[in-house]
């Protein structure tokens, strides 16, 4: 199976195609819902699709990213010298180093400059301890707390994240995805496996490095030999980082509003003459492998769905 990408603005029937995407076929599905779109999809298929609620029924909320900023404000006051800030951090639970409060705690004791002079040793050891517990909480969710990935053909994991601040919501997603590639290495994932990210701006966007768009990279770049494919969608084709558009194989291209995405849709397809600012909802123009396959009206899914809060969204966790 080849990695897609679906490209439509509000209204182009990109959400159905996200829906169809997971419900086809007889292969396991994990789909992250940043918006609440795909989180009543059990309601309507209870057997074999299950809702995760991150920071809610999986284990008790803690602030992520409340924890990242303490601990960017301590490495950024000079109160502690240790070659880490917030990206190097989550890079370093990933790779397996671990700290300890012994380590933190030595760390500040023998920092240069401010911390010896501000704070006492009690004090210190209060803080190496909130680093500690801050760290260790990160950690959790990096080795893979609270995330269940499907294990059979056919199952499908909805992920729930609409609920989650932008910082914790990529700390979530970011340790889905560094689970899943140690898991797919050792060979451990179910055959077949899709991973689905409406929204996928937040996650692969241009210019920008972080640890949530490395390991999305890394599934693109590698995921097809260990039988893995990922399934981006977006409103915006310039959202997106151009390797990440590249590595799909398959591409569906919905109405689009702005002219700069229209042109981005010509370059990359080759297809000078496409313009989808005149198609109807559910419209698509389908590529595969740089070739147009035609354009299709995408099937709607057989039910109405909405976006959910997080009560409803819960409430249908206990259903």
Same mark, same amino acid.
């Given at each position: 199976?080849?990695?897609?990408?679906?490209?439509?603005?509000?209204?182009?029937?990109k959400?159905?195609?996200?829906i169809?995407?997971?419900?086809?076929?007889?292969?396991?599905?994990?789909?992250?819902?940043?918006?609440?779109?795909?989180?009543?999809?059990?309601a309507?298929?209870?057997?074999?699709?299950?809702?995760?609620?991150?920071?809610?029924?999986?284990?008790?909320?803690?602030?992520?990213?409340?924890?990242?900023?303490?601990?960017?404000?301590?490495?950024?006051?000079?109160?502690?010298?240790l070659?880490?800030?917030?990206?190097?951090?989550?890079?370093?639970?990933v790779?397996?180093?671990?700290?300890?409060?012994?380590?933190?705690?030595?760390?500040?004791e023998?920092?240069?400059?401010?911390?010896?002079?501000?704070?006492?040793?009690?004090?210190?050891?209060?803080?190496?301890?909130?680093?500690?517990?801050?760290?260790?909480q990160?950690?959790?969710?990096?080795?893979?707390?609270?995330?269940?990935?499907?294990?059979?053909?056919?199952? %499908?994991? &909805?992920?729930?994240?609409?609920? $989650?601040?932008? *910082?914790?919501?990529?700390?979530?997603?970011? /340790? =889905?995805?560094?689970?899943?590639?140690q898991?797919m290495?050792?060979?451990?994932?179910?055959?077949?496996?899709?991973?689905?990210i409406?929204?996928?701006?937040?996650?692969?966007p241009p210019?920008?490095r972080?640890?949530?768009?490395?390991?999305?990279?890394?599934?693109?770049?590698?995921?097809?030999?260990?039988?893995?494919?990922m399934?981006?969608?977006?409103?915006?084709?310039?959202?997106?980082?151009?390797?990440?558009?590249?590595?799909?194989?398959?591409?569906?291209?919905?109405?689009?509003?702005?002219?700069r995405?229209?042109n981005?849709? %010509?370059? &990359?397809?080759?297809?000078?003459? $496409?313009?989808? *600012?005149?198609?109807?909802?559910?419209?698509? /123009? =389908?590529?595969?492998?740089?070739?147009l396959?035609?354009i299709?009206?995408?099937?709607?899914p057989?039910?109405?769905?909405?976006?959910?809060?997080l009560?409803?969204?819960?409430?249908?966790?206990?259903?």
């Amino acid at each position: 199976m080849s990695h897609m990408s679906i490209f439509g603005s509000t209204g182009s029937g990109k959400t159905g195609a996200v829906i169809n995407t997971i419900l086809a076929e007889n292969r396991p599905v994990i789909a992250f819902d940043q918006k609440g779109d795909l989180a009543c999809l059990p309601a309507f298929l209870p057997d074999g699709v299950h809702l995760i609620i991150p920071g809610e029924d999986d284990y008790s909320r803690t602030d992520i990213g409340t924890g990242i900023n303490i601990l960017e404000a301590v490495l950024s006051s000079g109160m502690i010298t240790l070659p880490l800030n917030t990206e190097t951090i989550l890079r370093t639970i990933v790779s397996g180093w671990e700290w300890s409060v012994e380590a933190i705690t030595f760390a500040l004791e023998n920092c240069p400059g401010k911390g010896a002079d501000l704070l006492s040793a009690s004090e210190r050891k209060r803080l190496a301890a909130l680093i500690s517990l801050t760290y260790e909480q990160i950690k959790w969710i990096f080795n893979g707390g609270g995330v269940r990935m499907p294990t059979k053909r056919g199952e %499908k994991v &909805i992920v729930y994240l609409a609920h $989650l601040p932008e *910082r914790e919501r990529q700390a979530y997603m970011a /340790a =889905v995805l560094s689970a899943a590639i140690q898991q797919m290495e050792r060979h451990e994932l179910a055959e077949g496996l899709c991973i689905v990210i409406d929204e996928a701006a937040s996650v692969v966007p241009p210019f920008i490095r972080s640890p949530l768009k490395d390991s999305a990279m890394r599934i693109l770049r590698t995921g097809r030999a260990f039988g893995v494919s990922m399934t981006l969608a977006s409103q915006s084709i310039g959202d997106l980082e151009y390797r990440a558009v590249n590595n799909a194989g398959t591409m569906m291209f919905g109405r689009l509003h702005s002219e700069r995405d229209v042109n981005l849709m %010509k370059k &990359i397809t080759g297809h000078t003459s $496409l313009d989808t *600012r005149s198609f109807s909802p559910g419209q698509f /123009a =389908v590529f595969r492998e740089g070739k147009l396959l035609g354009i299709f009206h995408a099937e709607k899914p057989p039910f109405e769905w909405k976006p959910l809060s997080l009560q409803e969204a819960k409430n249908l966790c206990r259903s």
